[in-house]
């Protein structure tokens, strides 16, 4: 399994970015895909979360709900993206996908967990600034 993950840079206050991130080696039919920060002296957070499998639920934090989204790229089904709008200084930190081996769905209470996700891409820097 293998995850790329792309789409970050430099934005002003306001503005909007779309991450991707690309799954190798697991079922496009079900799976879970997690997004993760982790902003410099802080723990990695999860920022939103999707899994595709007999339908579709998501779930975002808190601190990015109305203002982020989450889905399947339509065109690539083993790619998942993450748009943002509305960015915020705070929202600046390296971005991370991640997916699990178990077909299960995580509950709402567990999806920001990262000791529940095996396969990690590397990051990608989004840095929100004027």
């Known amino acids: 399994v293998q995850l790329q993950a792309s789409g970050g840079g430099l934005v002003q206050p306001g503005g909007s970015l779309r991450l991707s991130c690309a799954a190798s080696g697991i079922s496009s039919n079900t799976y879970s895909i997690g997004w993760f920060r982790q902003a410099p002296g802080k723990e990695r957070e999860g920022v939103a979360y999707?899994?595709?499998?007999?339908?579709?639920?998501?779930?975002y934090a808190s601190s990015v709900k109305g203002r982020f989204t989450i889905s399947r790229d339509k065109a690539n089904l083993n790619t998942v993206l993450l748009q943002m709008n509305s960015l915020k200084p705070e929202d600046t930190a390296v971005y991370y996908c991640?997916?699990?081996?178990?077909?299960?769905?995580?509950?709402?209470?567990?999806?920001?967990?990262?000791?529940?996700?095996?396969?990690w891409g590397q990051g990608t820097q989004v840095t929100v600034s004027s």
């Open positions: 991640a997916t699990r081996r178990s077909p299960n769905r995580l509950i709402a209470s567990a999806w920001g967990g990262k000791n529940n996700y095996d396969y």
């Open positions: 999707i899994y595709i499998g007999g339908g579709t639920t998501t779930f």
